[in-house]
């Protein structure tokens, strides 16, 4: 039986079409798990659905293992005799260009602008946002989050416009599903090639290609902690002030009302803070074997292919109806009267927590009890490595558990709660769900866990990154930005002339973003709890409520 996106009487949703664009190594990764996992395939036996995959990196040293895994993918399908052309997967390599052929298309952005989008204002004081001085690196070495921005500009507005087309051709392939659809962008918080093309990819996804008419959910990964130091570094500090200039409706608004609608919010399905500590931390604890320098690069593939693979899973899970409930409770895909904004506190962390591995600790056959104190003494650690500093509070909570029917029993289910609690508001204010599947290697046990209600100054990360940025040199901090650098702006930067503002502008008469400076900086905290927004939100409208006797 077929339902409608909301179905009220029964409770049910239709089925989903799942989507998905990768930018950068890690982004790339979870096309890699789309491809790679069974559900999708599973999804297209409806004849209704679709699969729409786009790859997007610079330089080819990522992609080689995607096509082979699309070419598997297709090949499966015609097994399963479902046409091939009801699945569209792309990869794009971003060439690097000299630096006379990006210089000369920077030079053209007050054009490209203008053409985007009427209201901008054509500056003539307008300068290339990158330094004369600028080294290009090579395809495979770090690209910085501004330089990565100003690669996808010249590929999406000039010459061909690759990426202009490949999105087009993107939406075009989603609108062809006949089922309700939802869009995964992911990427790395971390990295520069990701995060730099992320926050205006997605706007030209969103906002100028899709209209806005489809769910457009990121999932951004964050730094563990044996990432290297650039990955943990200022750039991750520019790069939570920018999402969150978008993902908060306040601060959104102070963007939008200097430069205009284009720059809305565009992940109009949520953002899913992506942890992966607790993987890392389990994952590196069983093996000192080999090279350690090897030992530590095999370690972090591991972590993220478990980290995209857990993802995908749950993404797809129910034919997308699983992640379609997930996101109501965190304030998306509800219907608008049903949906308050948690503002600053609209992002929401997954994480991911590793509990037994295949053959480490513990073997098959050995007593239940020794099996249930792994998953207790793992559990232990699921508040030390969630990423959260101290004190975090929220009023819901959704913990997915894939763990074997015999080893999972009631005295596992109190300690998991008991671990939760430590999350979540007093009981008569907050809810925890838990769900119960099974992994297929019944050797595996792991939690997907939910958390909505999440500010970035609720993040550790955000701490130590805004000290390393604050200590970084001017031209590093520049090159640590992209979203509006084009118009000129250093978003993280005090304005020059709102004092109490923050967006320093670049060339020109100053400029700013009606954003205050401190809230940016996370010297004012947001509300304590998602909760007391959600009160704030509901006040006016709670007198107009009539008590019944």
Known sequence: MSFSMY?????????????????????????????????VEDLLEDPRARFSALAIDIGEQDMVRARDYAQGFLERLEERNIPRDRARIRTVSLEVPSKEELFGSLARYPEFLKREFLRYDWNPDYEPWLPDNIEIPKPGEHFPRALAKAIYGKNYYDGPQLLKRELKDFVQSVDQTRLPSMVLVCFSMGGGTGSGIAVDLARHLSTVHFGRRV????????????????????????TLNELDCMIDDDKNKGVTQVWGDLYANPFTGGFFVANME???QRISRYTDLGVPAVRQGLR????????????????AHDSGRTLFRALRPCGFTGAPHETVSSKARNFTLYNLAKLTHPGVQVLPGEPLNKWRQILSDWLDHTEEWSGLVEGFKTDYAEVHIHAPRYVWNESVDRKLADTMNKHLLDSDEATLRTFHHEFFDHLTSYLDILLPGLAKTDLRLFWESRKRYANA??????????WLLDLGVLLSERSSQMKDMAGERLWGDDSWVAVPYDQLQGDVLPPATRREILQQGIAAMAKTVVPTP
């Open 7 to 39: 179905h009220s009487a029964s409770g049910m949703q239709s089925p989903h079409s799942i989507h998905v664009v990768g930018i950068g190594r890690t982004g790339v990764g979870f096309v890699d798990a789309m491809l790679r996992e069974g559900e």
């Open 215 to 238: 769910p457009v959910i990121g999932v951004g990964v964050m730094p563990c902690s044996a990432d290297d130091e650039k990955y943990r570094g200022a750039s991750l500090f520019a």
């Open 278 to 280: 607790h993987v890392w």
């Open 300 to 315: 972090l593939q591991v972590t993220n292919k478990f980290l995209a693979d857990s993802f995908v899973r749950f993404a």
């Open 473 to 482: 040199a001017r031209e590093e901090k520049l090159l640590n930005h992209s």
